[in-house]
């Protein structure tokens, strides 16, 4: 089977596809295999290796290497943010490495509608149950996978079409977004040039948006790290280790992280997030 080999330096391919902010790769023995972009990626890390394999082997590299952020020099972040605060620091040791993702700005917008009030194991089935039932089809290693669809693969899908693929109460806003791009009262390709809060105003006049989803989409697709998703894990270690457990408004909390963090915010709120939820802090 044909491979690529990719030297990596503070990298942690487990910590980054585990960490919650993706939901279409799967641990299969040594590997990782997800579908990404174009093609199908199986994917492992031995010490600064990392071994790919694919469906597609043309530009595998360089769609690697940005999907994971691999062009951006960690040693300087990391660096820098281990001198925050003895909080930060102790994350970061625990989980060196952990990336933010470059994923497609649809899929990401879609999969994090239906993240709202959800849980993981769920917002995936949804997920592929949507890349199954109207994306491409690519066999691989003797499997079948599905590309995420196109909005205009999905434009003559329903509401009903959705529920019928475990979205619940958020069919409505899939379809209504979806139906935004299709008609051209949003252009995808120029809301991701936008700055980062005319793109947030943008992505919270879509329905089923609110503050942590868009968040969340500007962090895990657009890589804008300034940014501070509040979700109830980041909460809860905020309020342990910023405010002595006492009850906080996510206002406080979300400033207390803007006058502290800066510009690496959502990676330290990542590290703060794995931590809390693994129990290592």
Same mark, same amino acid.
């Given at each position: 089977?044909?491979?690529?080999?990719?030297?990596?330096?503070?990298?942690?391919?487990?910590?980054?596809?585990?960490?919650?902010?993706?939901?279409?790769?799967?641990?299969?023995?040594?590997?990782?295999?997800?579908? /990404?972009?174009?093609?199908?990626?199986?994917?492992?890390?031995?010490?600064?290796?990392?071994?790919?394999?694919?469906?597609?082997?043309?530009?595998?590299?360089?769609?690697?290497? %940005?999907?994971?952020?691999?062009?951006?020099?960690?040693?300087?972040?990391?660096?820098?943010?281990?001198?925050?605060?003895?909080?930060?620091?102790?994350?970061?040791?625990?989980?060196?490495?952990?990336?933010?993702?470059?994923?497609?700005?649809?899929?990401?917008?879609?999969?994090?509608?239906?993240?709202?009030?959800?849980?993981?194991?769920?917002?995936?089935?949804?997920?592929?149950?949507?890349?199954?039932?109207?994306?491409?089809?690519?066999?691989?290693?003797?499997?079948?996978?599905?590309?995420?669809?196109?909005?205009?693969?999905?434009?003559?899908?329903?509401?009903?079409?959705?529920?019928?693929?475990?979205?619940?109460?958020?069919?409505?806003?899939?379809?209504?977004?979806?139906?935004?791009?299709?008609?051209?009262? /949003?252009?995808?390709?120029?809301?991701?040039?936008?700055?980062?809060?005319?793109?947030?105003?943008?992505?919270?006049?879509?329905?089923?948006?609110?503050?942590?989803?868009?968040?969340?989409?500007?962090?895990?697709?657009?890589?804008?790290? %300034?940014?501070?998703?509040?979700?109830?894990?980041?909460?809860?270690?905020?309020?342990?280790?910023?405010?002595?457990?006492?009850?906080?408004?996510?206002?406080?909390?979300?400033?207390?992280?803007?006058?502290?963090?800066?510009?690496?915010?959502?990676?330290?709120?990542?590290?703060?997030?794995?931590?809390?939820? %693994?129990?290592?802090?």
């Amino acid at each position: 089977m044909e491979e690529i080999k990719i030297k990596v330096k503070y990298f942690n391919l487990k910590y980054t596809l585990e960490c919650g902010q993706c939901f279409r790769w799967k641990k299969q023995n040594e590997f990782y295999i997800g579908v /990404i972009k174009d093609r199908v990626i199986k994917i492992k890390q031995d010490g600064d290796t990392l071994y790919v394999r694919s469906n597609d082997m043309n530009n595998l590299e360089s769609v690697v290497k %940005e999907y994971f952020d691999l062009n951006r020099d960690y040693s300087q972040i990391e660096d820098r943010i281990s001198k925050v605060d003895k909080y930060v620091e102790k994350a970061l040791k625990n989980t060196s490495g952990m990336r933010h993702l470059k994923q497609d700005f649809f899929e990401t917008i879609v999969s994090y509608i239906i993240s709202a009030n959800n849980n993981i194991p769920r917002i995936s089935k949804s997920v592929n149950e949507i890349s199954k039932r109207y994306g491409k089809e690519i066999e691989f290693e003797g499997e079948k996978y599905y590309l995420f669809p196109t909005p205009e693969q999905l434009k003559d899908v329903t509401i009903d079409d959705y529920r019928a693929c475990g979205v619940g109460f958020r069919d409505k806003y899939i379809y209504s977004t979806v139906k935004k791009i299709n008609n051209n009262e /949003i252009n995808l390709d120029k809301m991701q040039e936008m700055d980062t809060q005319d793109l947030r105003k943008e992505l919270l006049n879509l329905m089923g948006i609110g503050p942590k989803v868009a968040d969340c989409i500007l962090l895990f697709s657009c890589q804008r790290q %300034e940014v501070f998703p509040i979700d109830v894990w980041v909460e809860r270690v905020m309020k342990k280790l910023y405010f002595n457990d006492k009850e906080v408004s996510k206002k406080e909390i979300l400033k207390y992280a803007c006058d502290n963090f800066g510009n690496d915010a959502g990676i330290i709120q990542q590290h703060l997030f794995y931590n809390i939820r %693994e129990n290592m802090i």
